[in-house]
């Protein structure tokens, strides 16, 4: 697991290189005289760093969300409409429903 963590961070390195690099070129590449076909091949190198970094982040992530359950949706709903029911503010009980859910996903 520890190989995996470092094979990320070294291709995230890698891309963050590769994009330095690609800005510097470009403003070489735009002074030097305007070639076209400088800046498309620069430029699609900082496009492919950008997906192989955009990969790198989506593949290596271990963070996932708990599956939706639509049972516990209902009883959670179920207990807002009991809160509001008996004299509770019903934007006070969302708002408070979302708090606990940003807190609980740790946001």
């Known amino acids: 697991m520890k190989e995996a963590g470092r094979a990320a961070r070294v291709i995230r390195v890698a891309s963050g290189v590769v994009f330095v690099l690609s800005i510097a070129g470009l403003i070489i590449s735009s002074i030097a005289g305007n070639n076209e076909g400088w800046v498309l091949s620069i430029g699609s190198c900082g ?14 992530s271990s963070r996932r969300l708990p599956p939706f359950s639509d049972a516990e949706a209902e009883v959670v709903e179920g207990r807002i409409e009991r809160l509001v029911e008996s004299g509770a503010d019903e934007a006070e009980v969302r708002e408070l429903v979302r708090l606990a859910v940003r807190l609980g996903r740790g946001l």
């Open 47 to 60: 496009a492919a760093a950008a997906v192989v970094l955009i990969v790198t982040t989506l593949v290596s």
